[in-house]
């Protein structure tokens, strides 16, 4: 058999070729007898093939595959379908979710808490008052607080914004320029979210009122939204004059009309007063001490200003350890969340004292330059500035900073 | 969609479109028995037989009938659907019985188609073995023939007898017949020819029947 054809035949036997083709293999075969012997002999062996018996499978050999495969399927079957609620409650979701819950809080928690220091000045000048569970959003059983001539209107932290705030370039001189760098000019002092949430607690808005608004209270310490840092800046002996009147007429110096004139909502709480204790001095500094006039300008520790009133002491803290860097910061940052707060003319000459000791000498002389504009501070500022003139002017040598102050403030 | 519950084993089979036995088998893997049931009613007499004329032993091919489905029933999550399943369940079938086989040698046991004695030109022994068929005086011809041409299948070379089975009692075509044995297609059906052959020589006695047959 050397026929090429031959190794097609069983092809042919079996029909596994094209019609076509196994015509043509057909007409091939019979012009060649070798093939067309061994196609004849082929097709015998497959008719006798054809009749090669199938025995059917014993009975207990399918029983015993079928119950395997019963079992199987009873095992791979999905479950009835249980109502949500035993679905939900037989999740094995929920250890993991009540874990990562649990992290996420304590995540929230360790970010949102301030340093420890700061956090226990804090809490010790920002005593939480209790009340029972569910009274959050309730008024108080205090009366409204009468406005009198003796009883400074309420100054309320800024509340949320809402659409009663007025655009950012009407209520701040500083807003153009921060909307022109695409931010939100900032108008509310940034406290951590426990402090802001107990300062909600605490200063709920009233019951069937929207919540107040920085316009209608008159700024974040209750001075106008227009006062701003710049403006203090550029305050005159004059008009702090004004201010102080304004102060002694209508309480907080800063207070806009409609914040005097407007009267406390029904169910506000009184503020919450905060301890007077006096500034923490250390030895051998030369920080000025409060004078008289000092004494008398400084108002009545204004009884909603507990984050201005804590970063200043905290910041003193800082000083009065020598820690020059923590103190101008926290300084620094009470200028900017609370640029007209009462005790801004001495947190400049504290800070600018900082700033010196830190080998800043140019930033000391710009802030006291800004506390030279305070009748309060001015004779102190102007013999601090002498003395940062005095070194400015002087041999490089003479203004080396201490290393562990450079280090300090690059800390 | 609201979720069903696979029909039992045994319950009344529904008349459909024939499913492809890819389709059976993913039934079969969501649950549903009577996919499996199927299956089996399928491929059980082909791989049975298969199997009968390789191990030329009704229990053993019984019992490796049962292994064969008792592995597609535990591993039909591995079946990827590559290939036919045809195609997987013939290997399994051949892989087994290729072990048993390995298994019969160690054990020593005598090759039905060694030749008797030390003869080497003397019949084997499958062609001296009692049938349990009824005796030949009563059996009629297309019966002996039966018989005979199962001796034929069973006396085959291996190689050829598993292409020949494969293709003349499952009907798989050579190019199937080559992926389940592993050998090329050409190779494939060369031995399908020599396969024919031989049955056409052991056969020859009954060319004059095969009149009738045809």
Known sequence: MTCAHQDRLVELVYDELEPQAAAELRRAVQDCPPCRDALARLEEAKCLADVLPLEPLPSTARETILAAARETAASRRAPEPLPLRLRLARSRAWPPLAMAAVALLAVVVGVSYSPKEEADELARLVPVPRRPRGEASAPPEAPAPRRTEESPPEVRLPERPSAERKPPDETSPVAPAASAQGRRPREEPRLSRRTRASTRSRHPAPPGEPPETATATGGPLGGSPSATRQELADETPASTLRRQTARASGGLGMASPAAVTRPAPPGARRPHLLPTEPPVRVEGTEAPAPTAAEAVEAPQAPASLPVAEALLRLARNYRARGECALAARHYADLRRRFPSAPAIPQALVEEADCRRRLGQLTQAQVLLRQATGYRSTEAVARRELRRVDTLLSAPQRVRRVPAAAAAEAAH | ?214
């Open chain 2, 1 to 214: 969609m609201p979720l069903t519950t696979p029909p039992e084993c045994g319950e009344s089979v529904t008349t459909r479109p024939e499913p492809a036995d890819e389709e059976l088998l993913r039934r079969f893997k969501g649950g549903d028995c009577q996919a499996f049931e199927l299956l089996l009613g399928r491929y059980e007499t082909p791989i049975y037989n298969f199997l009968l004329r390789s191990v030329r032993d009704r229990d053993v091919a019984a019992d490796l009938t049962q292994e064969v489905f008792l592995r597609v029933v535990r591993r039909a999550e591995q079946f990827q659907g590559n290939s036919k399943f045809s195609t997987w369940l013939y290997t399994i079938a051949r892989n087994l019985s290729i072990d048993h086989g390995r298994k019969m040698v160690f054990r020593r046991h005598r090759s039905l188609d060694a030749p008797v004695g030390s003869e080497t030109g003397s019949a084997p022994l499958v062609d001296r073995l009692a049938g349990t068929e009824p005796g030949s005086d009563r059996k009629t011809i297309a019966q002996r023939l039966q018989v005979d041409i199962a001796r034929a299948v069973e006396a085959l070379p291996p190689d050829q007898r598993e292409v020949f089975l494969l293709r003349q009692v499952q009907g798989m075509p050579f190019k199937a017949i080559a992926e389940v044995v592993g050998a090329p297609e050409n190779t494939v059906k060369s031995r399908m020819r020599y396969a024919l052959e031989r049955l056409q020589e052991a056969l020859g006695d009954y060319r004059d029947y095969l009149g009738e047959l045809t």
